[in-house]
């Protein structure tokens, strides 16, 4: 059955703290694997897509990277404006994303 | 590029009226978009796919009379709650897939609805 699962639920940092997002899938092809990143009231932002293992994608703080297990999303010396709910989310065929549940980020000042 | 717009952003109605949300993308030609539904605290549930001039296929559960979703041109789908409820009261999200891309998914700001 295809899967995403992503830890932690909640992550709170204090500004310049870097850490790591996990996001584990299981699918059954990899059509893409998605980052999205959600802010209170909003709809998702993409971020980047990846598409096969050891590709890596750069966007100010944030890197992401892909195994064929899983992926990460870093977070390099965190700032409050980081804050939110990051999503990851694989497409079992054209018509759906199988979404994660979210890692809720809290940065503080 | 690749953006997609909701309006309206808010809106609140009175239960048992109808109430129409549209989604569009602006920079892009979407062939299928999608319609999302989210509570609280909670990720994006799938209601809807449509594709341009055809009839959407709903996800189980979810009911067709009730939320009617209108794909009219490759830059506006449409999405109408009829007879609203206190129940349907939700964040509603679209989002369009670019028909040059792969699979990703492009979202609108989304809609959220209150019916009193």
């Known amino acids: 059955e295809d899967q995403v699962t992503q830890s932690p639920e909640a992550l709170r940092l204090q500004e310049g703290e870097s850490s790591s997002l996990n996001c584990s899938y299981t699918?059954?092809?990899?059509?893409?694997l998605f980052w999205y990143r959600q802010d209170p009231g909003k709809g998702p932002e993409f971020l980047f897509t990846l598409y096969s293992a050891g590709e890596e994608k750069e966007k100010e703080r944030l890197k992401a990277t892909l195994t064929k297990k899983e992926s990460f999303l870093h977070i390099t010396a965190p700032k409050p404006e980081d804050s939110a709910t990051y999503l990851c989310?694989?497409?079992?065929?054209?018509?759906?994303?199988?979404f994660g549940t979210g890692t809720r980020l809290q940065v503080f000042p | 590029g690749a953006v997609v717009s909701q309006h309206p952003s808010r809106v609140i109605c009175k239960s048992g009226t109808s109430v129409k949300i549209e989604c569009r993308s602006l920079d892009f030609q979407a062939t299928t978009m999608f319609w999302y539904r989210q509570f609280p605290k909670q990720s994006l549930m799938l209601m809807a796919t449509?594709?341009?001039?055809?009839?959407?296929?709903?996800e189980q559960g979810v009911e067709k009379d009730k939320f009617l979703i209108n794909h009219a041109s490759l830059t506006l789908s449409t999405l109408t709650v009829t007879s609203a409820h206190p129940e349907d009261s939700s964040f509603y999200i679209c989002s369009a897939r670019d028909a040059e891309e792969n699979y990703e998914q492009y979202f609108g700001p989304g809609t959220r609805l209150t019916v009193t």
């Open positions: 989310a694989v497409p079992p065929n054209t018509d759906k994303l199988i």
């Open positions: 449509s594709n341009e001039g055809s009839k959407a296929t709903y």
């Open positions: 699918v059954s092809g990899l059509r893409g």
